[in-house]
C-alpha cells in the first residue's frame, strides 16, 4: 500500500471513529433523557427490539447475509454478549444517575483497564510510562468520584465496572477475532441484549422491587410502563444510533491504524460536556475539569505509546 493510499485510509477512518462517537454521545443522551420514565431493562429491551431488524434490513444483506450467524465460537460470543448486556447497563446506570459529562469521563478509563488486563489474561508486557500514566488515569477518576466524602455518589462506581466488563469483552473480542467478523459479533450483542432484558423483564418487570433501590437507582428496579408515543423516536435514535456506532467503529479500526482512528473516539468528551450544558443544564466544577484532564490525558498517552510499539491494546472504549 502507498503512502497516499495510507493516508487516504487513515482519514476515512478517523472519519468513522469521529462518526461512531457521535453515534453513542447520541445514545448517551438518549438514555439519560428517557431514564426518568422507563426501567434501566425496558430501555434496553426496545433499544434492542429497533436494533435488530435494522441490523437485518440494513446491514445483515453487505455482510454476506445470513452467513453472519454462523460461528465456531458459540460459547465465547455468549461470555462476550453478557459483558456487553451488563456493560452497558452498568453505564446507563451512571449516565442516569450522574452528570452526563461525569458518567462519561470515568468510562474513558476503560483503555487503562485494557492494558492492565492485558497484562494479567494475555500476560503482556507494560513498560513504566504506561503504569505512570495508569496510575495517572486513575487519578482523575478519584478527582471526579470523590470517595470518602459528602459528594460521594455510588452510581459513581458504575461506569468504572462497565469500563472494566468492557475491557473484558476487548479481551474475548481480539481472542475471537481471526475467525469472527464485527458483524456476527454485532448481532450476537444485540441478541444478548434482547433475551437477558426481555428475562429481567419477566421476572421483575411488574415493579415488584420497586423501591428497594436508593433514589438515584431507582431506574434499575422500577416497572415497565407504557410508551409514550412522544418517545418512540428516542427509542428509534437509541437503536439506531447504538448500532450504528457499533459498526462505524469497527469500520474505523479496520481501515485506519489505531494510533490515528482512537482521539477521534475521545471527541465524545467535549459532546458530553455540551449535552449537560446544553440540554441538563449541569456543567463539571473544577475538580472534575481536573479528572477529566488527567483521564482523557493518561488514555491518549497510552494511545500513543502502543502505537510505537505495534499493538491496539489501548484502543478506545469501543462499545460493541
Known amino acids: 500500500m502507498t503512502q497516499v493510499s495510507i493516508e487516504r485510509s487513515n482519514l476515512v477512518g478517523a472519519l468513522c471513529a469521529f462518526t461512531a462517537a457521535l453515534c453513542f454521545s447520541l445514545n448517551d443522551v438518549a438514555i439519560k433523557f428517557v431514564s426518568d420514565g422507563y426501567a434501566l431493562h425496558q430501555v434496553v429491551f426496545l433499544r434492542a427490539l429497533v436494533g435488530i431488524p435494522t441490523f437485518l434490513i440494513l446491514v445483515m444483506p453487505f455482510f454476506g447475509g445470513f452467513r453472519v450467524f454462523r460461528t465456531r465460537r458459540p460459547l465465547a460470543h455468549a461470555v462476550r454478549g453478557l459483558c456487553v448486556v451488563f456493560a452497558n447497563s452498568f453505564l446507563f446506570l451512571g449516565l442516569a444517575a450522574l452528570p452526563i459529562a461525569d458518567a462519561v469521563a470515568i468510562f474513558f478509563v476503560s483503555p487503562l483497564v485494557i492494558t492492565v488486563f492485558s497484562v494479567i489474561f494475555l500476560r503482556e508486557r507494560v513498560g513504566a510510562r ?66 437477558v432484558s426481555a428475562a429481567i423483564g419477566f421476572s421483575i418487570g411488574d415493579g415488584k422491587l420497586a423501591g428497594l ?5 431507582d431506574f434499575l428496579l422500577r416497572a415497565w410502563a407504557p410508551v409514550d408515543m412522544a418517545d418512540i423516536p428516542i427509542f428509534i435514535l437509541l437503536g439506531v444510533s447504538g448500532l450504528a456506532g457499533v459498526l462505524f467503529i469497527s469500520q474505523a479500526y479496520r ?5 490515528f482512528a482512537a482521539p477521534f473516539e475521545y471527541v465524545s468528551m467535549p459532546m458530553a ?3 449537560g450544558v446544553t440540554v441538563f443544564g449541569t456543567w463539571p466544577d473544577a475538580v472534575a475539569w481536573a479528572g477529566i484532564a488527567l483521564i482523557l490525558g493518561s488514555g491518549l498517552y497510552l494511545v500513543w505509546r502502543e502505537s510505537r510499539k505495534g499493538t491496539h491494546v489501548a484502543d478506545g472504549p469501543v462499545r460493541r
Do not use: N
Open 130 to 195: 504506561r503504569w505512570a500514566a495508569i496510575a495517572v488515569g486513575f487519578v482523575g477518576v478519584l478527582l471526579i468520584v470523590k470517595p470518602g466524602t459528602s459528594a460521594f455518589q455510588l452510581a459513581s462506581v458504575f461506569p468504572m465496572i462497565a469500563a472494566s466488563l468492557y475491557a473484558v469483552m476487548h479481551i474475548i473480542a481480539r481472542r475471537i477475532g481471526d475467525t469472527e467478523s464485527a458483524a456476527t459479533m454485532a448481532i450476537y450483542s444485540q441478541s444478548c441484549f434482547l433475551v
Open 213 to 217: 433501590a436508593p433514589d438515584d437507582l
Open 255 to 259: 481501515l485506519s491504524e489505531a494510533a
Open 273 to 275: 460536556i455540551l449535552w
